[in-house]
């Protein structure tokens, strides 16, 4: 029986998609509920599956053509998968000769990912596969650097990359071609072609194909390879904390006495006063987070207001009940941050002129709380939103902040993760900062600065007494929010904060 696989309803804001890519071809088997096609929108990545057993017929929509919601992209023949499939197989094993250099001569273009309206184009950062080199379906090969994310590109099957047209640094469009790959040349024309590659440079092939970029920094920097450290990763992945690991394991590596006998031998020549510079370019991320802080600077009224919470009855709350908070969320640690974003969430609801952006000569006053939290990353500062933090409890906000921060030190934030927001938190008192004054995020209009807690003599009730402070600072936009109304939502966000119990009557 023949099935239209239609594209998914697209939500009323998303008005059409684009077919990246497709995972099965005309004529292949497809088990029930097998991914086969993907459809990006501007928003996310939307996966559609095989309706029942059975086997792709026609393809109706190509990659990289636009659809509608609910459009037609292909036919497919349900119940043909038992006999479709094993006359295929037939004819392949009475033509193992034939079919073999068919597939390793079918050749596709991989292409920068559909980038959203508000990105113009992206860098190509990294290439981890080089021509000639075979790749696994869905391995990970190149890197495209935007102002916002780096967006990870894989290999469309097994194969082989083939020419690469788009060098590291190189600038690309969306959907652009960045190189050629040969489908089904792995088990043929991967061993003669990567042959000579792997002679030249196999510790570094290795080395970018199984460690994530910030693993590959704690390698350089602690002078070991790929093969020196074990991956306990998805598909053994090396991440940071094995490098770090690694180095607690083997303090004196072979490459570091290298390193350090080369080092003494080339500075006596440039003189016991010379001074060394580098010089480095500026990444797209880096550069984009210096424009926008400059121009929150230059077209926002800043203005700061500070004030000092006891932090004394959170930290008992959280000491008493932290380790049955863990065992009953699964083993979700219970911090500081999700205080601060539910005292926050309460603090907007009263005050929504801290809640609101400005857009032109509009002020835009939103019904609902989406906090951005600060993350740092190798790569610069992010800030992923928590969305609709008045219907999220302690517990939700500590797992997806914990995701935010794991998923932003191995560069899988999506830009679908960090648009949007109402209103930001940063923590400065994770690296010990006492007190700063926070640049707000445009178009928001306010942004909260949590600081170290620090143990200082206290008044309280004629007496002195020792109390772990914390200063708070608020930056707002005077255009929209006026002193008093600044003053008051610091003021309670301090009082919440001092009397946990309000959060949870909402008094």
Not at 425 to 451: D, E, K, V, W, Y
Request: charged fraction near 25%; charge should be negative.
């Amino acid at each position: 029986m023949s099935i239209e696989i239609k594209a998914p309803t697209f939500p009323e804001s998303v008005a059409d998609g684009t077919v990246a890519t497709w995972y099965k071809q005309p004529g292949e088997a497809c088990a029930r509920d097998e991914h086969i096609v993907d459809i990006e929108t501007d928003k996310v990545v939307l996966e559609v599956v095989a309706p029942a057993d059975g086997v792709l017929k026609d393809v109706l929509k190509a990659e990289g053509d636009v659809v509608l919601s609910d459009e037609v992209l292909a036919i497919f023949e349900s119940g043909a998968a038992a006999s479709a499939a094993p006359a295929a197989e037939a004819a392949e094993a009475a033509a193992p000769a034939a079919s073999a250099p068919a597939a390793a001569q079918e050749s596709v273009q991989i292409k920068t990912p559909t980038f959203p309206e508000s990105v113009a184009d992206g860098t190509v950062a990294t290439w981890y596969k080089q021509p000639g080199e075979a790749c696994a379906r869905d391995e990970h090969i190149v890197d495209i650097e935007t102002d916002k994310v780096v967006l990870e590109v894989v290999a469309p099957a097994d194969g082989v990359i083939g020419d690469v047209l788009k060098a590291e640094g190189e600038t690309v469009l969306s959907n652009e071609v960045l190189a050629n790959f040969l489908v089904g040349a792995t088990a043929a024309a991967a061993p003669a072609a990567a042959a000579a590659p792997a002679a030249a440079a196999p510790a570094e092939a290795d080395e970018d194909g199984v460690a994530g970029p910030a693993a590959r920094k704690a390698l350089a920097e602690a002078g070991l390879t790929a093969a020196q450290v074990k991956g306990t990763g998805k598909g053994g992945r090396i991440t940071k904390e094995d490098v770090d690991a690694a180095v607690k394991a083997k303090p004196a590596a072979a490459p570091a006495p290298a390193a350090k006998a080369a080092a003494p031998a080339a500075l006596p020549a440039l003189g016991d006063d010379a001074r060394i510079e580098k010089r480095v370019p500026m990444t797209r991320l880096r550069a984009t987070i210096a424009k926008r802080l400059v121009e929150a600077q230059q077209t926002a009224a800043l203005l700061t207001t500070y004030n000092e919470v006891n932090m004394g009855p959170v930290m008992e709350l959280r000491k008493k009940y932290k380790d049955l908070f863990m065992k009953t969320h699964n083993g979700t640690k219970l911090g500081f941050m999700s205080f601060f974003v539910k005292a926050a969430t309460e603090a907007l609801k009263r005050f929504p002129a801290v809640n609101a952006s400005i857009d032109g000569n509009d002020m835009v006053y939103h019904g609902y709380q989406d906090i951005g939290v600060a993350v740092s990353t190798d790569r610069g500062l992010m800030v992923p939103v928590l969305r609709n933090t008045e219907a999220m409890g302690l517990a939700d906000i500590e797992s997806t902040i914990m995701d935010f921060a794991l998923r932003g030190r191995d560069g899988k934030l999506g830009m679908n993760d960090m648009q949007g927001g109402t209103f930001t938190i940063t923590n400065g008192g994770t690296f010990g900062s006492l007190l700063s004054t926070p640049i707000i995020n445009p178009p928001q209009t306010a942004i909260l600065g949590m600081h170290k807690i620090q143990e200082r003599p206290m008044a309280v009730n004629g007496q002195v007494v020792i109390q772990p402070m914390m200063y708070l600072a608020l930056s707002y936009d005077h255009r929209m929010i006026d002193g008093k109304e600044a003053v008051q939502f610091l003021v309670t966000i301090k009082e919440l904060l001092e009397d946990p119990s309000r959060l949870l009557l909402e008094i």
